[in-house]
């Protein structure tokens, strides 16, 4: 598991913002999420030429935190104020998103470990997915 850190970059939802693959955000996604949370990290799959041109974003969804480390969970450290947060993004939950509902961008992941991701995604989907763009 590798650590990430903290960024500052924040949506106010007037103006347009561009997001980056790799970011995690905080989305407001109740009534999309299968498990009905309002607030859920959400880490930007989507490569940058989509972003850049796009209202929405493909992202994939935080897991829930009792999920086991599989072929299919990202496992990343976030680090806080607080200390170390473990975030789990599940590669099955791929959804695309307006981007309206991001609020907060919480941290960058590393190119190993969004490698490490594309790799995951590459076998639940069956097609090659490469980190750059």
Request: charged share 25%.
């Given at each position: 598991?590798?650590?990430?850190?903290?960024?500052?970059?924040?949506?106010?939802?007037?103006?347009t913002?561009?997001?980056?693959?790799?970011?995690?955000?905080?989305?407001?996604?109740k009534?999309?999420?299968?498990?009905?949370?309002?607030?859920?990290?959400?880490?930007?799959?989507?490569?940058?030429?989509?972003?850049?041109?796009?209202?929405?974003?493909?992202?994939?969804?935080?897991?829930?935190?009792?999920?086991?480390?599989?072929?299919?969970?990202q496992?990343?450290?976030?680090?806080?104020?607080?200390?170390?947060?473990?975030?789990?993004?599940?590669?099955?939950?791929?959804?695309?998103?307006?981007?309206?509902?991001?609020?907060?961008?919480?941290?960058?992941?590393?190119?190993?470990?969004?490698?490490?991701?594309?790799?995951?995604?590459?076998?639940?989907?069956?097609?090659?997915?490469?980190?750059?763009?």
């Open positions: 598991m590798n650590t990430i850190s903290n960024s500052k970059r924040e949506s106010n939802g007037t103006r913002f561009e997001v980056k693959r790799g970011e995690i955000w905080l989305a407001r996604l009534g999309n999420d299968p498990h009905n949370r309002d607030l859920v990290p959400v880490l930007i799959v989507q490569n940058d030429k989509g972003n850049k041109y796009s209202t929405t974003t493909i992202c994939l969804m935080g897991a829930e935190s009792n999920l086991v480390i599989s072929e299919y969970v496992s990343v450290n976030w680090r806080t104020s607080y200390g170390i947060i473990v975030l789990k993004f599940n590669c099955l939950l791929l959804s695309t998103i307006d981007k309206k509902r991001l609020v907060k961008q919480i941290a960058k992941m590393d190119s190993e470990t969004m490698l490490e991701t594309s790799k995951k995604l590459n076998k639940v989907f069956g097609i090659g997915i490469t980190i750059l763009d």
